[in-house]
């Protein structure tokens, strides 16, 4: 008796056959995952206010403020670095343009006051951070007028471009700009005055990682850039007055 047997399957085939299983397995993967989480919503305005929601619930965060064109002759905010949390209080440092100096002076903003080891001073000092062009700094991280609250008050959100970011630029973050009126630029600096551009980069966990503002902050004129980053959420600094004696 004779069987009758189907001819093998050429190797190349089976070989084919099973890349395009693979292919059609990773899209599947790639499609069936929700990218709320990573920043990436296609609905920028719920993406901005998911940003604001991580912000106002981490227990702390690192900030890092730098500066670009701000006017000669000033006494304005240079830049600043420290941790801040929603106590509210700040521990760090900022830069200044003041009466013709650039000094980087200690500050640790707490218990409604801010402390600042002024040059030529000695020790720690009570003062007013308006007569140096800067804000007090505890109050950046507030759920109410703080940096997050310029994330809800943006008119015409734009989704943009993936870009990268992060520590050591490890995160692939998303990009979303539009404009923000004074009132929520005044969160920043008093001064600001019209309308302000922004620009934000949200990573994983709906993280806001950068904020930048563009416009006229002095009344000068001409437009400042204010460029924001935030790094370490959920770190839990302990910050105290310091001596003053």
């Known amino acids: 008796m004779h069987v009758r047997t189907s001819p093998a399957r050429p ?5 084919l056959t099973a890349l395009l299983a693979l292919l059609a397995a990773l899209t599947l993967a790639g499609c069936s995952g929700s990218d709320s989480s990573s920043g990436s919503s296609d609905d920028p305005a719920a993406a901005l206010a998911a940003a604001k929601k991580a912000l ?16 000669a002759d000033t006494t304005a905010l240079l830049g600043a670095s420290g941790d801040g949390t929603h106590a509210p209080a700040f521990d ?7 009466s013709g100096l650039e000094p ?16 030529l001073s000695p020790g720690w000092q009570t003062i007013d951070p308006k007569e140096f062009g800067a804000p007090d700094p505890s109050t950046l991280l507030a759920k109410d007028g703080g940096f997050s609250s310029l994330l809800t008050a943006t008119t015409g959100p734009t989704k943009g471009e993936q870009v990268r970011g992060g520590e050591d630029n490890k995160e692939v973050l998303t990009t979303y700009t539009g404009t923000i009126d004074q009132t929520a630029a005044k969160t920043i600096l008093p001064g600001a005055t019209g309308d302000f551009d922004v620009t934000y980069t949200i990573g994983e966990g ?5 904020m930048k503002v563009v416009g006229d902050f002095y009344g000068k004129g001409s437009d400042t850039t204010y460029t924001i980053a935030f790094s370490d959420y959920g ?3 302990t910050i ?5 004696k």
């Open 11 to 15: 190797a190349r085939s089976v070989a």
């Open 240 to 244: 105290t007055a310091p001596d003053t």
């Open 235 to 237: 770190s839990n600094p």
């Open 92 to 98: 760090g440092q900022i830069k200044v343009a003041f």
């Open 104 to 119: 980087t002076v200690p500050v640790i903003a707490v218990d409604g006051k801010v402390y600042a080891q002024v040059p």
């Open 56 to 71: 106002d619930d981490t227990s702390g965060v690192h900030l890092e403020i730098t500066s670009e064109n701000v006017p």
């Open 206 to 210: 709906d993280q806001l990682r950068t």
